[in-house]
């Protein structure tokens, strides 16, 4: 049996007690790596795209970079979302590996809590996490020839708690009782590989999604659901329901008997 990834060495890469043991000039550099990674940390100005750059720290300290080409001046942090940040480098580090290796999501009132910051500072820090990862995954294709991807939806929210009598009780599964703040979470992944989750009113509407974002070719894998693909795409053994599956085996050995 394989390893669960949350097991495996490449998701402990960054961890609380490794944060707060780096010095402030650890962080730094931590942060120019992830920053700049086809420099490996080399200060890039974004004012001019110039590669030219040496550190001019302000008074208090805290590092800064001068561009020779333009004379501009700009941090780590200049043109990324946790740029005019009032927390230390580590601060952020911290939440980020909070936030990573969470694996059932982290509240803003538990980061407040374990970073000390207040609730509105870590309200807006979550979110600027989950726009960093929104923007990851913009305009992101899976699939190709031969790759196999899974596609699959569940339905969230919207729970309507049934009356205690009988006969009070109403059928939910009939639009005019529910809330209508039920939303369908389709998930596209490819085996082995990556991942595009999106939030859709219903299974149905994210068709025109799954077609713009797996690439023709890809074998796709699918429950017998409302997301008819087409015959634009291949489909493999898992667009059967495991019933279905039987039948045909039944069937083929039938066949093979006569």
């Known amino acids: 049996m394989s390893q669960h990834f949350l097991l495996s060495r490449p998701a402990k890469t960054l961890s609380l007690a490794q944060v707060f043991r780096m010095t ?4 730094e550099a931590m942060f120019r790596k992830v920053r700049w990674p086809e420099t490996d940390g080399a200060p890039v100005c ?36 946790f740029a005019f940040h009032k927390l230390p480098l580590r601060g952020y580090l911290a939440a980020i590996a909070i936030f990573c290796n969470e694996v059932k999501g982290k509240s803003a009132l538990a980061i407040s809590r374990d ?7 870590a309200f807006v820090l979550l979110h600027k996490l989950r726009e960093a990862m929104a923007e990851e995954m913009k305009g992101r294709k899976l ?10 939806g569940g339905y969230f929210g919207g729970y309507v708690k049934p009356a205690n009598r009988r006969e009070n009780r109403r059928d939910r599964r009939l639009a ?35 077609r713009s974002r797996i690439v023709k070719g890809t074998i796709v894998n ?11 795409f291949n489909r493999g053994l898992g667009s059967w329901s495991p019933n279905t599956f039987k039948r045909k ?3 083929s050995l039938r066949d093979r008997a006569s």
């Open 24 to 27: 402030d000039t650890e962080a």
């Open 46 to 81: 974004p004012h001019c795209g110039g590669l030219n750059a040496y550190e001019c720290r302000r008074p208090n300290g805290l590092l800064r970079f001068r561009c020779r080409a333009c004379r501009e001046d700009f941090t780590i942090t200049s043109g990324t979302l």
């Open 115 to 121: 970073l000390g910051l207040s609730y509105k500072a």
């Open 143 to 152: 699939g190709g020839d031969g790759i196999v991807a899974e596609v699959d």
């Open 176 to 210: 005019r009782n529910q809330t209508g703040k039920r939303k369908a979470v389709v998930v596209i992944r490819e085996r082995n590989g990556r991942s595009l989750p999106a939030v859709f009113r219903t299974e149905g509407h994210a068709l025109s999604f799954i």
């Open 222 to 232: 699918a429950d017998e659901s409302s997301l008819g693909l087409g015959p634009s």
């Open 249 to 251: 085996i039944r069937r």
